[in-house]
């Protein structure tokens, strides 16, 4: 089954502390993978993308196929990171093109 | 540009009623998403429209959810009879898949929160 695995629905740190969110999945597929975030009170949006090997706002992601994860990092977290980040699969089935989230995690950083 | 809009952006009802939330893509988007977010979840996948072909209902959860979408514009999501655990947040967002798929972005609308009693 095709499936997103973010094992922490709460992550609390420091400012100036490094940060990692964990996402795992699961696809028989070659894997397209994206991180999403939604500030408070503003719209769900693309932070990055794995094809991409881009680094946004300090964080990167790499594609761990071996362990089949795709871990959000940042070696210096700000209080303006603080949001909810959702980890997603691109899932093709059929000529249909879909993305599977995970659950989310809330991302706290403290002054 | 716009972005994706979705109306209304609240909606309480009562139980056994109908509602329709609506969509705009952004304009020229071939693609349109509907999902589904209950409170402490994560998004999950309802419908996708791309184009003219035949709509993607895989992730609707039961036959009283429908979905229209006419042409590359607006599309209406339906929930009939509604009951108390269909309240939730209900996000749309819009692509364009001129570009090769793994660069499609998913551009999301506000949501509409909708509220079963």
């Known amino acids: 089954a095709q499936r997103v695995t973010q094992p922490e629905k709460l992550l609390s740190v420091f400012k100036g502390a490094p940060v990692e969110l964990k996402c795992n999945y699961s696809y028989s597929g070659s894997p397209e993978l994206f991180w999403y975030v939604q500030y408070s009170r503003q719209r769900l949006q693309l932070l990055l993308r794995h094809i991409s090997r881009e680094s946004i706002k300090g964080f990167t992601a790499d594609l761990n196929k071996g362990e089949t994860s795709f871990h959000l990092k940042k070696p210096f977290a700000q209080e303006e990171d603080s949001a909810m980040y959702y980890c997603a699969l691109t899932i093709y089935q059929g000529g249909s093109e879909k993305l599977v989230f995970g659950k989310g995690t809330k991302l706290t950083v403290n002054p | 540009g716009a972005g994706v809009s979705q109306s209304p952006s609240n909606k309480v009802t009562e139980k056994g009623k109908d509602v329709e939330l609506r969509c705009d893509p952004i304009?020229?988007?071939?693609?349109l998403y509907w999902y589904r977010q209950r409170l402490g979840q994560g998004l999950e996948f309802l419908i996708y429209f791309q184009g003219n072909s035949a709509p993607d209902k895989s992730g609707l959860p039961s036959d009283r959810f429908s979905a229209e979408r006419t042409g590359e514009s607006v599309s209406t999501l339906t929930i009939q009879r509604t009951q108390q655990e269909d309240s939730a947040v209900y996000l749309c967002?819009?692509?364009?898949?001129?570009?090769?798929?793994?660069?499609?972005?998913?551009?999301f609308g506000p949501g509409t929160r909708l509220t079963v009693l």
């Open positions: 967002a819009s692509s364009s898949t001129i570009q090769s798929p793994s660069d499609n972005e998913q551009f």
């Open positions: 304009s020229g988007h071939t693609a």
